[in-house]
């Protein structure tokens, strides 16, 4: 069974730096196909970033690609999501999941989800 935790929520001005961490166990494979989706009060859920290691395919939502960075650890079995520029709009939980299939302009979540993580963008 594959359980995801995320770590690294809070709350921080707008203009600061948060560094949010996914430590996945239970997958059957190596590779690393995990993304980071989030979901603000009274939005739909969106996909932020995704990687898949063994592909080296990596998606960003347009509106943090210039501003996020995600990366993994695959000895660790751990993917970072490196966010800066804060805005308010990035408020939301933010949550870790195993991905179906990802591209350059899209990034399909499978099944298996973390519990999520707070951030708080507000000055």
């Known amino acids: 069974q594959v359980q995801l935790v995320e770590s690294g929520g809070d709350l921080v001005q707008p203009g600061g730096s948060l560094k949010l961490a996914c430590t996945v166990s239970g997958l059957t494979s190596d590779h690393l196909r995990i993304g980071w989706f989030r979901q603000a009060p009274g939005k739909e859920r969106e996909g932020v970033a995704c990687l898949a290691t063994r592909l080296g395919s990596i998606y960003y939502l347009d509106s943090v690609r210039d501003r996020f960075a995600i990366s993994s650890d695959n000895d660790k079995k751990v993917v970072y999501l490196q966010m800066n520029s804060l805005k308010p709009e990035d408020t939301g939980v933010y949550y870790c999941?195993?991905?179906?299939?990802?591209?350059?302009?899209?990034?399909?979540?499978?099944?298996?989800w973390g519990q999520g993580t707070q951030v708080t963008v507000s000055s």
């Open positions: 999941a195993t991905v179906a299939s990802l591209g350059g302009y899209w990034c399909d979540p499978n099944d298996d």
